[in-house]
């Protein structure tokens, strides 16, 4: 765990300049995913977690919406092998626990099908395109 990182949970309002401009350069300028599909109206109800570095630059977001599904989770490119997404990942799945939830949910992005088994989600069904990416459902069960 990189302890030059801090990550801060909120609401939309509280989160939104620094996950949107995470959200733009990976989803949108990286892999074109098209803008309109990225932004939905599931932003106003879930909770974010914005991971900063030790200068306070926004590196990494998700979301965790009322349901427990986990989604959005976005590391910038030069920051990925500083285990980001693992605090990012291990803070949504705390907060989902705090919310009793018995499981989260994920749609991952095939090519980080195995990032995820690493943090316990199982894999189910069919590979299927989100956005012209291959994506595959993960789930995760949650004990207290």
């Known amino acids: 765990m990189n302890k030059n990182i801090n990550i801060v949970v909120g ?3 509280a989160c939104k300049a620094d996950a949107a401009a995470i959200r733009h ?3 949108v300028q ?3 995913v098209p803008i309109e599909l ?3 109206d ?3 109800r879930s909770l974010h977690a914005v991971a900063y570095d030790e200068h306070g630059r926004p590196i990494g977001t ?3 919406l009322p349901d427990g599904h986990i989604g959005r989770m976005a590391v910038r490119a030069d920051c990925r092998s500083l285990g980001v997404g693992s605090m990012l990942l291990r803070t949504l799945v705390d907060q989902a626990r705090g919310r ?3 499981e989260v949910v994920l749609s991952a992005q095939l090519h980080a099908q195995d990032f995820y088994i690493r943090h316990g989600f199982v894999p ?3 590979v299927y395109m989100d956005a012209g990416i291959e994506h595959i459902t993960m789930r995760h069960a949650l004990t207290a």
Do not use: K, P
């Open 42 to 44: 599931n932003d106003q």
């Open 100 to 102: 009793q939830c018995m």
């Open 62 to 64: 998700g979301r965790l």
């Open 38 to 40: 990225e932004m939905d």
């Open 30 to 32: 990286e892999q074109n």
């Open 124 to 126: 189910e069904g069919a």
């Open 25 to 27: 350069t990976v989803f």
């Open 11 to 13: 609401d939309w309002s």
